[in-house]
T-cell receptor, first 112, second 112 residues
Framework: NAGVTQTPKFQVLKTGQSMTLQCAQD?????MSWYRQDPGMGLRLIHY???????DQGEVPNGYNVSRSTTEDFPLRLLSAAPSQTSVYFC???????????FGPGTRLTVL | GENVEQHPSTLSVQEGDSAVIKCTYS??????FPWYKQELGKGPQLIID?????GEKKDQRIAVTLNKTAKHFSLHITETQPEDSAVYFC???????????FGKGTTLSVSS
């Protein structure tokens, strides 16, 4: 099993550009989520999905879109990148309430 | 909404000493409390978790205690080793069980 995979590992964008961060899991988990990690802020939930076709907002959803067309994939879209979105983004599957969440290796995004 | 406070933000110990990290949570409905370890450049990884019907759980050198009345839980690492150096995050489930709320993290440094 590959677990949770994320692409790309690094990305530099200019303000106003759009892009999609990819996330895939091969553990057949219903629950998937996206977090951002900023220095001194811990992990903050952006969006989550409890199954294909179902998504909901987390703590910091503004500026991000998600969709869940399959159990395996959960892409995160930045519609118009802003410097405030410079961060490390982690995708996770499994959990959240009573079971282990498995995190991907992260995507380091810089918005200039 | 749920809030999780984590202390200390940094902790330095000598190899062989014990380390304790403490967290408090605000939502009395939370019933799942995991701890994650994040090594440099990697995603967080679950090291131990505890559910609200249990007061203490131990796994080799790692233990977690939970006081539901006081709404706090702690991570205890005994006989610390240099490879324990990492960032540790506590988390608590939200009331709906649909998300984890993370503390801001503790950077543990173990010197030999």
């Amino acid at each position: 099993n590959a677990g949770v995979t994320q692409t790309p590992k690094f990305q530099v964008l200019k303000t106003g550009q759009s892009m999609t961060l990819q996330c895939a899991q091969d553990m057949n988990h219903e629950y998937m989520s996206w977090y951002r990690q900023d220095p001194g802020m811990g992990l903050r939930l952006i969006h989550y999905s409890v199954g294909a076709g179902i998504t909901d907002q987390g703590e910091v959803p503004n500026g991000y879109n998600v969709s869940r067309s399959t159990t395996e994939d959960f892409p995160l879209r930045l519609l118009s990148a802003a410097p405030s979105q410079t961060s490390v983004y982690f995708c996770a599957s499994g959990g959240p309430g009573y079971n282990e969440q498995f995190f991907g290796p992260g995507t380091r995004l810089t918005v200039l | 909404g749920e809030n999780v406070e984590q202390h200390p933000s940094t902790l330095s110990v000598q190899e062989g000493d014990s380390a304790v990290i403490k967290c408090t949570y605000s939502d009395s409905a939370s019933n799942y409390f995991p701890w994650y370890k994040q090594e440099l450049g990697k995603g967080p990884q679950l090291i131990i978790d505890i559910r609200s019907n249990v007061g203490e759980k131990k796994d080799q050198r790692i233990a977690v205690t939970l006081n539901k009345t006081a709404k706090h839980f702690s991570l205890h690492i005994t006989e610390t080793q240099p490879e324990d150096s990492a960032v540790y995050f506590c988390a608590a489930s939200n009331q709906a069980g649909t998300a984890l709320i993370f503390g801001k993290g503790t950077t543990l440094s173990v010197s030999s």
